[in-house]
């Protein structure tokens, strides 16, 4: 199984992501983590991208894939895998298609979490982290917006996506997209 979790910054695509990881066996690639992992450290790309993610602005598209890309060129390339957070627009979407093209992989599910804007600025400040107050994360939803609708018309054309409402008790949320996946 290969899975792409798209959503709302917020709506619960990491949790889901972890819970898919810890069930199903999958590779777990969250494009967040390893940019604030990067920061973190203070390597090239993380200097780069610091000004950007505290602005609550996208990181390039190009950079972001060079990060897959070479988490997919490497020896230990995850065969089943979930990602979350990537791709976020549709330049990454078709980059990432070739990328899985080129591996000899194929995307099996698309899963979108859908939820309100209200409902993730709550849940976001609710988290308390350094990089999310409502500026920020309301900067966030406007470009997460402007780039959702492209994605999800690329991937219901490849018949790949199914809707999964991201409101209610998480293993209810995780039950449906077990059932989306036609996993057991």
Do not use: W
């Amino acid at each position: 199984m290969r899975l792409v979790l798209l959503g709302l910054p917020g709506c619960g695509k990491g949790t889901q992501a972890r819970l898919l990881v810890e069930r199903l066996g999958l590779t777990y690639i969250g494009t967040g983590d390893i940019l604030r992992d990067a920061i973190a450290r203070g390597t090239e790309m993380g200097r780069e991208v610091a000004p950007l993610m505290e602005r609550g602005l996208l990181v390039p598209d190009h950079r972001v894939n060079d990060v897959v890309a070479e988490l997919f060129r490497g020896e230990s390339r995850p065969e089943k895998f979930v990602t979350d957070g990537y791709p976020r627009t549709y330049a990454q979407a078709i980059s990432f298609d070739a990328l899985l093209r080129l591996e000899h992989l194929d995307l099996t599910h698309v899963i979108l979490l859908t939820i309100s804007d209200d409902e993730v600025v709550r849940r976001m400040l609710a988290r308390g982290r350094e990089d999310d107050n409502e500026d920020t994360i309301r900067r966030r939803l406007n470009e997460f917006h402007k780039n959702n609708d492209t994605l999800v018309e690329h991937y219901t054309r490849c018949g790949v996506l199914r809707e999964i409402p991201a409101v209610g008790a998480v293993e209810d949320i995780h039950a449906n997209i077990v059932r989306a996946l036609g996993a057991k």
